[in-house]
């Protein structure tokens, strides 16, 4: 192995690092992707948890000096093909390897830099952050699996935003009492904390499992490496979300609902042997 190819291996190794130390079923889903997949999804991970940690973790420090900074090194490891920063050289690698359109990753960060500024959210600039915040990252991502087949990436590109979509919103219900309470955000439009009820919680449901059900006919698509991956992570957010649903609003709002990583690993062993059986 020369130099070169020594320092991309560390950088892809460093976001391997994050993926684990930040989400044991994010690491799950990568773990049962074909292995040729892992490095590059790492390094997607890798770059979009720092951009994330930027705005919810260093309240301390101007996050947006540092989002800014973290923008344009971005943008400069991506046109001069290399990084001093690590997990902005992964990404750049995979970046350029895969072709992923620039307007996803300023999408991506638009969101993160929305987070600066918004504690609650229209309709209009909800479905702006979703996007931004986890569609296009489930864009990223499918750039990858498909390996340029642009016939085939475009095919996928609805399910895979629906995907992405019922993810964030999954999330936005779990982590509703933090974010309002730490950080005084309160991402779904029209809905004020305190007074979160039965009824909104029912609206917003319905709106997820709508995501869910278009969702599931691209999974069924996806290129055989990519399939059981993408499959564990559909099923443990859809085990957390029934979690969620089985809970009275007010259990949401005063704690934050956790699937075990027993489950989890249930969860994984259920769908590789299923799809090897051809049950999935």
């Not at 070169?4 to 950088?11: A, E, G, I, P, V």
């Not at 006919?217 to 059981?228: E, H, T, V």
């Amino acid at each position: 192995m020369n130099a070169r190819s020594l320092f991309d291996k560390t950088t892809f190794e460093c976001s391997k690092l994050i993926t684990q130390r930040y989400s044991t079923s994010f690491t799950l889903g990568i773990k049962t992707l074909d292995k040729k997949l892992h490095l590059p999804i790492y390094a997607i991970y890798g770059f979009v948890r720092y951009a994330d940690e930027i705005v919810d973790t260093f309240h301390d420090k101007d996050k947006k000096v540092l989002l800014d900074r973290f923008r344009n090194d971005a943008f400069e490891a991506i046109e001069e093909k290399i990084s001093l920063n690590p997990v902005l050289h992964a990404f750049q690698l995979i970046v350029n390897e895969y072709n992923i359109d620039k307007d996803l990753i300023e999408a991506f960060l638009k969101s993160m830099e929305m987070d600066l500024d918004f504690k609650t959210y229209n309709d209009s600039r909800y479905h702006e952050y979703i996007y931004g915040s986890a569609e296009v990252v489930g864009l990223m991502c499918l750039k990858v699996f498909c390996e340029g087949n642009k016939e085939e990436y475009e095919s996928l590109k609805s399910p895979a935003c629906k995907l992405g979509a019922a993810f964030q919103k999954v999330n936005f219900l779990r982590d509703i009492k933090s974010d309002f309470e730490e950080r005084g955000r309160v991402y779904f439009p029209g809905v004020d904390f305190k007074s979160f009820d039965k009824s909104t919680k029912q609206l917003i449901e319905e709106d997820i499992q709508k995501d869910f059900d278009e969702a599931l006919d691209g999974i069924r698509r996806l290129p055989s490496g990519a399939k059981m991956g993408v499959k564990v992570a559909y099923l443990y957010y859809q085990k957390l979300f029934d979690k969620i649903k089985s809970l009275p609003p007010e259990t949401i709002t005063h704690q934050r609902i956790r699937i075990p990583n027993s489950r989890k690993l249930s969860l994984l062993l259920s769908t590789y042997f299923g799809t090897k059986l051809g049950f999935n």
